[in-house]
Nanobody
């Protein structure tokens, strides 16, 4: 099993910054793509940013130029630097990881989700 633990959410004024972190832990695994999603009340969960194992990135149009996703493969950690925050960025942010887990002579691949961290931007 793999666990994703997020940190870094909170309350910030519009125009401010926050940095989210998400660390994967477990035994004998390899993390492929990592991503951040968010879900505001009454809205579906949406992709915010993704980084591949080759460090390619893509962003939702609403956050381009303001958010930066990065990863530290040695720490199995993904970060989301959020600048110029707007009230419409208010949501629960979830970390997602595509993970291959090895056991015995076999392996399995699945998505894992973090528990979510609240980001609130006041106007």
């Amino acid at each position: 099993q793999v666990q994703l633990v997020e940190s870094g959410g909170g309350l910030v004024q519009a125009g401010g910054s926050l940095r989210l972190s998400c660390a994967a832990s477990g035994t004998v695994f390899v993390v492929k793509d990592m991503a951040w999603y968010r879900q505001a009340p009454g809205n579906p969960r949406e992709l915010v940013a993704k980084v591949t194992s080759g460090d390619s990135t893509n962003y939702a149009d609403s956050v381009k130029g303001r958010f930066t996703i990065s990863r530290d493969n040695a720490k199995n950690t993904v970060y989301l630097q959020m600048n110029s925050l707007k009230p419409e960025d208010t949501a629960v942010y979830y970390c997602n990881a595509d993970v291959i887990t090895y056991y015995g002579l076999g392996s399995s691949r699945r998505d894992y989700w973090g528990q979510g961290t609240q980001v609130t931007v006041s106007s």
